[in-house]
């Protein structure tokens, strides 16, 4: 085959005003929300699950649950303040301490309570 008379030809067509054909549009962005979606399915709606999660626990708090801090205390929950969003812990008889209701990091079953307990 010969080159020379291809390139030849190619240039005649664009000297004419030919020009390939522009592929569709969708074509384009289909990358990009390919990208959106991938990035949802494994970061955003992971979070959003997780925070129900978490809200679910710190709302339904309530008096004598045991819990832990995040700062790894355990305690008894003695009164919960709504209004003020904070939790009154009892952690030893003669000790109460106030928390952020936030500062909660988990509520202890009643096997790992059990488990707590100096025995």
């Known amino acids: 085959m010969n080159y020379g008379m291809l390139s030849n030809w190619l240039l005649a067509q664009a000297a004419e005003g030919a020009k390939p054909a522009d592929p569709p549009m969708w074509t384009m962005f289909a990358p990009m929300v390919a ?12 979070q959003r699950r997780d925070q ?14 045991r819990v832990v801090t995040i700062g790894g205390i355990i305690g008894t929950v003695a009164n919960v303040l709504p209004e003020k969003n904070e939790v009154v812990l009892k952690v030893e008889d003669n000790l109460k301490i106030r928390f952020r209701r936030s500062a909660i990091a988990e509520v202890l079953s009643a096997d790992k309570a059990d488990e707590s307990k100096p025995g």
Request: glycine share 8%.
């Open 52 to 65: 129900k999660k978490r809200d679910q626990l710190l709302g339904g708090l309530k008096k004598d649950d």
């Open 35 to 46: 990208i959106v979606v991938l990035f949802y399915v494994l970061m955003i709606a992971p």
